[in-house]
Every structure is written in C-alpha cells, then in structure tokens.
C-alpha cells in the first residue's frame, strides 16, 4: 500500500528565506504528483503537477522536483513571504483515480 | 464562473441523524470524488465516481454512501452507521478519470460537526 510522508511536519522561517518541503513516497509506480496549498479552513489549490515522465515544474517562485526512482519529491519555495504561509501537501496518484496525500507541512513565515 | 462548490460551509447534527452533504460541479469533468480530513492528517478517499450512474468505494467507504445521477453533483449521505463523523469533508472533481489520471481540483469544503 502506498504511503506518503512529508518532512518537516512544521516550518517557521523569517520573511526572504528560501526554502524546501520534502515528500517521499513508498511506491514509485506513480503516475504523477501534485502539491497542493491549504489555508485554514479552506479547500486544496493545486499548485504544481510533475508527471512521472518529468523532473520538475516551475510556477513563479515555487519549483518542484521528481526523482521517481528514489521515491522523493521536494517543492522549492524562493524568496518566502508572509502569504505563503499555509499547509502545503503533496499527493501521489497511482493507476485509476486515487490520490494517496501525505499529512502535509504547515508554514510560517514571519514579517 | 466555473468551479466546485460545497453546500453548507458549516453543518451541525445530532448523533443518529444521516446528514446529506452537496458538491456541484459546473466544469464539465467526468470524475468526481469524496476525501475527509482530520486534524492534522492527510485526505483519505471515501468515494469515487468515474462516470455518471458509476461511483467505487475508496479506503474509508463504511457509514457512508453517494448517488451520481448527474455529471454535475455528486451528494454523499454520512449515515448514522459511521462512527466517527466529525470531520472537515472535501469534494473534487477531474476531466476524467481512469489512468492516466488527470489532476484533481478542489471545492471550499463542508465542516461537519456531529454531538
């Protein structure tokens, strides 16, 4: 059964850090990885999706890389600013429709 | 504008009541599906449906059922059997579903609380 981790669980950094979330993954016969953002209360925006066929994707100053083979994805966040702050999640979507998520990586960035 | 949208924001009910939470998508997607989420964990998939008129339980299916009549709703019954139904519940829907899969956007969620 796949099973997603993400590390850290909680991250406070000050406002221009740059920064990495981690997110590992048991079984690499995935199909694709999303990370998403949650803000409190809310539902998930996707931020990036990587297909298995790629290394990484790149939104502004968000980057996201894939390494299938060792299981691992990171999402790169540059010049942090206090909007960021949110839970980040990642997800791994295998055959058919299901997405198996991680327990995310809550954010802050502090003025 | 197009989007999920998730009908009430809040919702309160007794134990022993089933409760009937919306989720209307106006995307024109195929696929839609039903996670819960708990304090500080991941989402878990309670259902899926790949088609009108066809859903599939996910990993957490018990105490819990869907009806897709329409390619644009996909409501899901918490029943009384499920037992522990307080949670924060997210509905999503893709182009399509099956493999390869197409990426999954999200509605604003229902918070249920059951006392």
């Known amino acids: 059964k796949q099973e997603v981790t993400q590390i850290p669980a909680a991250l406070s950094v000050p406002e221009g850090e740059n920064l990495v979330l981690n997110c590992s993954f048991t079984d690499s016969a995935i199909y694709n990885l999303q990370w998403f953002r949650q803000d409190p209360g809310k539902g998930l925006t996707s931020l990036l999706l990587?297909?298995?066929?790629?290394r990484e994707q790149t939104s502004g100053r968000l980057n996201a890389s894939l390494d299938k083979s060792s299981g691992r994805s990171t999402l790169y966040i540059a010049a942090s600013q206090p909007g960021d702050s949110a839970t980040y999640l990642c997800a791994v979507s295998e055959s058919g429709s299901r997405l198996t998520f991680g327990e995310g990586t809550q954010l802050t960035v502090n003025p | 504008d197009g989007g999920i949208t998730q009908s009430p924001k809040y919702l309160f009910r007794k134990e022993g009541q089933n409760v009937t939470l919306s989720c209307e998508q106006n995307l024109n997607h195929d696929a839609m599906y039903w996670y819960r989420q708990d304090p500080g964990q991941g989402l878990r998939l309670i259902y899926y449906s790949q088609i009108v008129n066809d859903f599939q339980k996910g990993d957490i299916a018990e105490g819990y059922s869907v009806s897709r009549e329409k390619k644009e709703s996909f409501p899901l019954t918490v029943t009384s059997a499920q037992k522990n139904p307080t949670a924060f519940y997210l509905c999503?829907?893709?182009?399509?579903?099956?493999?390869?899969?197409?990426?999954?956007?999200f509605g604003p969620g229902t918070r249920l609380t059951v006392t």
């Open positions: 990587i297909q298995s066929s790629q």
């Open positions: 999503a829907s893709s182009l399509r579903g099956g493999s390869p899969p197409a990426e999954q956007y």
